[in-house]
């Protein structure tokens, strides 16, 4: 096996873990196992952005130096999975600052708020909004993840 042929197949391991914990997190939401909904959602936005980790390199880097000669993604906009993985990777700041921030307040904390209104930030640490994930004031919109991986296109915004 070749040296990118390593890191294609680790991409390719980190999309089907992430088809597979999205359809968990599918059925999850159908009957209504709202821990598990958050379980396995966290689970597929952890895979996904491993996917940009391991493809979207810095240049100049050993593994950009691999890859470039055998894989084009300039037509792929990773970016919205690079600012999922940063804020992924700073979830401990996001719960520092909701902490922080706590004044005995009513808490809301993995609820399903598809339609609800009113709930106010600092209500929730995270809740699920139809296909937007709020997690503490930050909101990530998850539609054009969720519908790549289901297989479908996204309309251009």
Known sequence: ???YEKYLQEAKTQVEFAKRSFAAFREAERSSSVSDVFFHLHHFL???TN???ILDTKPGSE???ILAAHLDLSGVDLKPFRRLRNHLE???ERLDRWVREFEGHTFFDMNIITGAKGFPGKAFLRALDGDIFRFHRMV???KRAVNEAAGEKTPEA
């Open 1 to 3: 096996m070749k040296k």
């Open 46 to 48: 952890v895979h996904a």
């Open 51 to 53: 996917i940009d980790r």
């Open 63 to 65: 593994r950009h130096s």
């Open 90 to 92: 700073h979830f401990d």
């Open 140 to 142: 990530r919109l998850l």
